[in-house]
């Protein structure tokens, strides 16, 4: 399996030069595995009618190179959503719709949809839990809801846990979720699905986290002391804030979980720049089709 060992724009621009480039990616990372029929499990094939695609030989079946994956029935060009990927993964800010719509000629609705798309993409598979010491702390974010200007009311803000990896003095990975209120309940699964039972944990003195002791024996709280003891998580939960605000000044209560996930995706990644775009690609490929009206309108 080819793999895009360098995502500098001309780089990729000549490497997906034309649809059928992306359609013979998407081929390859597709059935890397190997063949297999959809319908009869046969594993022989001969070329199909479109792009990419692979024809059973015995029961004629034709299946595209984008059937079963996030990139069926999309709108527009498979070139158009490999470079709008490719915007979204490696730009400063990680464009946003708006400016997808604009640069790529879609209306500002398709591109957020894909948008949404690519997000689902980007939720943690859970697998590669924070560890050594993790910091966790909570913190609200407001969320302006539709025809509503300026600051937003206080019942409108939505409730954040976050929680930072600390390696050798340095920043490592961090993931968040949106929580409904500070219970013991709702901090809960931040820990169950992305950190190692046997992290030394900090936390501060509230209340809520004594009952995770007992599966984290290594956790520790401490007053927060009006952040200093926390310093570095409090940095990075200012810089997801700005990012935030900055790039997506318009993010609905629903859909602030999506945009968790994408921020973390890329700052996780931040130091395999080179790699982030296959695996987004990757990740399209091995995520399920999901439809467009599924993906609710509230934010466009
Ligand atoms: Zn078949």
């Not at 407001?142 to 003095?169: C, L, M, Y």
Request: charged letters at 30%; glycine letters at 6%.
């Amino acid at each position: 399996m080819r793999i895009l060992k360098d995502i500098d724009r001309q780089t990729f621009k000549d490497r997906f030069a034309t649809k059928d480039d992306c359609y013979n990616f998407l081929a390859e990372l597709k059935w890397s595995e190997g063949y297999s029929c959809k319908r009869c499990g046969s594993q022989v094939f001969i070329k199909g009618k479109q792009p990419a695609s692979r024809r059973c030989s015995k029961c004629g079946y034709d299946e595209s190179a984008t059937t079963g994956t996030l990139f069926h029935k999309l709108k527009f060009g498979i070139d158009k959503a490999f470079e709008m990927m490719y915007e979204i993964v490696t730009s400063k800010k990680g464009a946003n719709s708006i400016w997808l719509a604009e640069h790529f000629g879609v209306n500002q609705k398709t591109a957020w949809l894909f948008r949404q798309k690519v997000q689902l993409a980007m939720k943690s598979s859970e697998q590669y839990p924070l560890e050594d010491e993790v910091h966790v702390d909570e913190f609200e974010i407001g969320t302006p809801q539709a025809g509503e200007q300026g600051r937003s009311k206080s019942d409108k803000k939505v409730r954040v846990i976050i929680a930072f990896e600390h390696r050798n003095g340095k920043s490592g990975r961090g993931y968040a979720k949106v929580i409904q209120d500070y219970s013991s309940k709702s901090l809960q699964p931040i820990f169950d699905h992305h950190i190692k039972k046997d992290a030394i944990v900090m936390a501060d003195g509230w209340s809520g986290y004594k009952p995770l002791k007992e599966e984290y024996p290594n956790l520790e709280q401490t007053l927060s002391d009006h952040g200093k003891n926390f310093k570095m998580l409090h940095i990075q939960i200012r810089n997801f804030k700005n990012w935030l605000r900055g790039v997506h000044s318009y993010c609905n209560k629903e859909y602030l979980q999506n945009y968790i996930d994408e921020y973390f995706f890329r700052f996780n990644r931040r130091n395999h720049r080179q790699s982030i775009l296959d695996k987004i690609i990757m990740r399209c490929v091995e995520h399920e089709p999901v439809a467009y009206a599924s993906i609710k309108l509230h934010a466009t």
